[in-house]
């Protein structure tokens, strides 16, 4: 079934650690886009990625950067993590119908 | 710059009862599309609704439907005869169709339907 893989669901990293969030399109998608909500918060557009190139940047710190690799899938890579970076990151891909975008389950990240 | 503004952090309603939940947007495009989607607790973000800025008629789906008051910017979901499993966080959002088509998200309401 069409879909959004986001691998892991959960994870918790400590202070300064790194976290590499990835994100599966299924059937391939040459678009993708990545967003982050904070607890009790609204979702905030990261990055997007279209034919493997970045194509657009939000909020996203310096310490972060993303991929969309020659299969499609993507990656979120973040370093030096802080407690505020704590959050549900979505990717997202245009919906065949019904113009909407299909969202995977999302990463629970905790820095601790 | 486009905003979209949710002015209900919170929401209750009877179980088969009707609810709206309103949003306004501001944008100065003229072509832009508008989303309702539903988070529940798991966290997984589910498509409810859409509508289209050149649309004549309001969308439906299912117990769904879309108030879009074009000249007022508004854009509210109704939801018919409530059921205890939409009780859950609801998010408008709007397609920056001059920019990358990314979504801007209003904060949310959260619903809560009781028995």
């Known amino acids: 079934a069409a879909g959004v893989i986001q691998s892991p669901r959960h994870l918790i990293k400590e202070k300064r650690e790194t976290a590499t969030l990835k994100c599966y399109p299924i059937p391939r998608h040459d678009t993708v886009y990545w967003y ?54 979505f990717c997202a891909v245009p919906g065949t119908s019904n113009y909407g975008y299909t969202f995977g389950s999302g990463t629970r990240l905790t820095v601790v | 710059a486009q ?50 800025s050149y649309d004549q008629q309001n969308a439906t789906e299912g117990r769904y439907s879309l108030n879009f008051q074009k000249a007022r910017k508004s854009a509210n979901l109704v939801i018919s005869a409530s059921q205890l499993g939409d009780s859950a966080m609801y998010f408008c959002a709007m397609r920056d169709d001059g920019n990358n088509r990314k979504l801007i998200w209003g904060l949310g309401t959260s619903l809560a339907v009781n028995p």
């Open chain 1, 36 to 89: 982050q909500q904070g607890p009790g918060q609204d979702p905030q557009f990261l990055i997007s990625f279209y034919e493997k190139m970045q194509s657009d940047k939000g909020s996203i710190p310096d310490r972060f950067s993303a991929q969309q690799f020659s299969d499609y899938h993507s990656e979120l890579n973040m370093s030096s993590l802080e407690l505020g970076d704590s959050a549900l990151y």
């Open chain 2, 3 to 52: 905003k979209i503004t949710q002015t209900q952090p919170g929401m209750f309603v009877q179980e088969k009862e009707a609810v709206t939940l309103d949003c306004t947007y501001d944008t100065s495009d003229p072509s832009y599309g508008l989303f309702w989607y539903k988070q529940p607790s798991s966290g997984e973000m589910i498509f409810l609704i859409y509508q289209g």
